[in-house]
């Protein structure tokens, strides 16, 4: 007891001496730092200057390269907002009336959010409805509106391959530029359908081209213009633009996949100057342009950027210092190398055990734990990760707990309204986890089926007391509201994503095996699984239980009356296995 108690102790004691993981790693390339800077004071003492050729051409390619990858992600962002506004709740409906109003007030906020610059809705025929466009020096909230304008727009390419349902290999989203009011904008746009997948309008999002190349500028360091494909400016960083030759754009065009900046492309006369870099002078500075196409979704190319860099100074090195340079940084790599390779192993391990338990936490076990093993910052890390799991495991759980209530409270309501209700939906919920169980069913799914057979009938919530507590027949129209419920339900369901993959019998548990049913007339094996199992749980008890029209039917009678409708109504394979279970259910109950 004695020994195993003072180990312990020393165990504790080396845990709480902190060493910092800075430490361990400054130490060793501390000592490295200090023999590749006298390498470096060798080099600099005989090289005063460089060349810079490669350095400046490998500048203006990146800032080339950054600036078509920043036209690109502008272009999915754009797309993404464009996306926002079109699936929002209820935007079809008022824009297929022309509410401008209430267009306003529905995407203003993801408007803001995302500080577009100009927003556009038009109706089908590409007619203006309304414009929001954000006041130019005004803060991030300040839009201005107009309604009914002019029509600008439905001439565009990318607006009337929409009025004209076109769609290509990568769906129905369009882009391109337009003047508009002293700017030229970019804009992509997009569909907007109805529920029966019908176009009842238009959305373009867009940016001004001005603001474009003022933020790619900033990105860049670079100066930046925007071509159209003939060559003539459309917006530039310059205070002076100069339009391209007449024989650039075509050339870039044509050859955008063989061309590189570093090298040149030689033309058939002999002149060897390539047609996607030249020399331009603005305000009497030198700059070298590299120029590339402007490529929108599809890889269309509508236009040419150009990215400009000030000409530097450059200085060539002699082949002995090249030498040098080349032996000294292959030595100082190889170093580095190898002492980073070790230090990795070392520092790493622990690290990687975090990330492989961060695995399984993202996979959704929050049981897992990690082993701490040293006693720095990552033994530190370890211990937050351990109770981070812990505290999450907890939430979920009492999320889970708050969720069920609802789900109770939603029942308990339901019990208010209809009496009747309740001792039908203890028994259905009873019946549809042991059938569920018999058929193999098991874990989050078992759930999701008894979470399903609890809010069947939540959708008639919905339904007005004169229908849902009516003694006698209802007629056709009070049939009609009644039906409805299903539809109730999922529309009660769905803004809780929790409950999704349980909304299967709410909805369709009155679809019917030969399609008659409803709300969607759903056939065969396209009905949900669980909806199936259900409709048969869910009638067998209203044909054995009391009505108030009328006494509950016996077991033959009943299992008679669902028989006949065996591949009508149900699903014949699945109702042939219930009336096995059930010999044994109703067994288990008597026991």
Same mark, same amino acid.
């Given at each position: 007891?004695t ?10 004691? %080396? ?14 390339f501390?000592i490295l ?15 005063v200057f ?7 051409t490998?500048?203006?390619?990146e ?16 797309l ?17 009336i022309d509410?401008?109003?209430l267009i ?13 610059e ?17 006041? &130019?020096?005004g803060n ?11 029509d600008l727009f439905?001439?565009q ?5 929409i009025i004209?349902?076109?769609v290509?290999s ?8 337009? &003047? ?14 109805? %529920?029966?997948?019908?176009?009842v ?17 900033? +990105?860049?360091?670079?100066q930046i213009?925007?071509?159209d ?8 960083? @310059?205070?002076?633009?100069?339009e391209?030759?007449?024989?650039? &754009?075509?050339?870039?065009i044509?050859?955008?996949?063989? +061309?590189?900046?570093r ?37 269309k ?6 990215v400009a860099?000030?000409?530097? @100074?450059?200085?060539n ?9 080349f032996g ?12 980073? @390779?070790?230090?990795?192993n070392?520092?790493?391990?622990p690290?990687?055990n975090l ?5 399984e ?39 889970f ?7 109770m409270?939603?029942?308990k ?6 009496? +009747? ?14 059938f ?5 069913i098991?874990?989050d ?11 069947h ?17 209802l007629?056709?129209? +009070?049939?009609i ?20 993959p349980?909304v299967?019998?709410p ?12 709300p ?8 949900p699984?669980?909806?199936r ?7 067998w ?11 509950? @039917?016996?077991?033959?009678?009943a299992k008679?009356m ?7 109504h ?8 219930f ?8 067994e288990?109950?008597?026991?």
């Amino acid at each position: 007891m004695t020994v195993n108690t003072n180990i312990k102790q020393l165990s504790r004691t %080396a845990r709480n001496v902190h060493i910092p993981i800075r430490f361990k790693i400054t130490l060793p390339f501390l000592i490295l730092s200090l023999l590749i800077a006298l390498a470096a004071a060798y080099i600099i003492s005989q090289v005063v200057f460089d060349s810079l050729e490669d350095r400046y051409t490998n500048q203006l390619i990146e800032a080339g390269k950054l600036s078509s990858e920043w036209m690109v992600r502008e272009e999915d962002r754009l797309l993404g907002t464009l996306r926002l506004l079109s699936f929002s709740d209820g935007i079809s409906k008022i824009i297929s009336i022309d509410q401008a109003e209430l267009i306003r007030e529905k995407t203003l906020g993801i408007i803001i959010e995302n500080q577009e610059e100009y927003v556009e809705f038009l109706n089908p025929s590409g007619n203006h409805i309304l414009s929001i466009h954000h006041r &130019p020096g005004g803060n991030i909230e300040e839009y201005t509106y107009v309604k009914d304008g002019d029509d600008l727009f439905k001439n565009q390419a990318f607006v009337s391959k929409i009025i004209n349902n076109e769609v290509d290999s990568l769906g129905d989203k369009y882009s391109g530029y337009m &003047p508009l009011d002293t700017n030229y904008v970019f804009f992509t746009s997009g569909p907007v359908l109805d %529920a029966n997948n019908q176009l009842v309008g238009i959305i373009l999002v867009g940016k001004s081209l001005a603001t474009i190349v003022k933020e790619i500028r900033s +990105e860049t360091l670079a100066q930046i213009s925007i071509y159209d494909i003939n060559g003539s400016v459309l917006t530039s960083t @310059f205070s002076s633009p100069k339009e391209l030759p007449l024989d650039y &754009p075509d050339g870039i065009i044509a050859r955008q996949d063989i +061309e590189s900046g570093r090298r040149a492309i030689s033309e058939p006369d002999g002149n060897s100057t390539p047609l996607n870099r030249r020399s331009v002078e603005v305000t009497n500075i030198n700059y070298d342009e590299i120029l590339g196409p402007w490529e929108i979704r599809g890889d269309k190319d509508i236009g040419i950027i150009g990215v400009a860099i000030p000409k530097n @100074f450059i200085v060539n090195t002699s082949a002995v210092t090249r030498i040098q340079i080349f032996g000294l940084s292959f030595l100082a790599v190889t170093i580095v190398i190898a002492i980073g @390779f070790f230090l990795a192993n070392h520092i790493t391990k622990p690290l990687i055990n975090l990330v492989s338990a961060t695995n399984e936490v993202a996979e959704g076990n929050l049981d897992i734990q990690v082993k701490s093993t040293s006693n720095d910052e990552i033994a530190e890390l370890t211990d937050t990760f351990n109770q981070m799991t812990n505290n999450l495991n907890i939430s979920r759980k009492e999320l889970f707990n708050a969720y069920n209530e609802t789900l109770m409270s939603w029942t308990k309501a339901m019990h208010l309204r209809d009496e +009747e209700t309740e001792g039908h939906m203890n028994r259905v919920v009873e019946m549809s986890i042991a059938f569920g169980k018999s058929l193999g069913i098991t874990g989050d799914e078992l759930v999701n089926l008894y979470r399903g057979a609890l809010m069947h009938d939540i959708g008639k919530i919905g339904v007005p007391d004169k229908i849902l507590q009516k003694t006698g027949p209802l007629t056709p129209e +009070e049939r009609i509201e009644m039906e409805k419920h299903p539809v109730l339900a999922r529309e009660l369901i769905w803004p809780i994503k929790y409950l999704w993959p349980a909304v299967d019998i709410p909805f369709s548990h009155h679809e019917w095996w030969d399609g008659s049913g409803y709300p969607q007339g759903l056939k065969r094996s396209s009905i949900p699984f669980h909806a199936r199992i259900f409709m048969i749980i869910d009638v067998w008890d209203a044909l054995t239980s009391d009505r108030y029209y009328r006494k509950a @039917f016996d077991f033959s009678t009943a299992k008679n009356m669902m028989l006949k409708e065996k591949g009508k109504h149900f699903d014949p394979i699945l109702l042939s296995k219930f009336f096995i279970f059930l010999q044994q259910y109703q067994e288990s109950k008597r026991n």
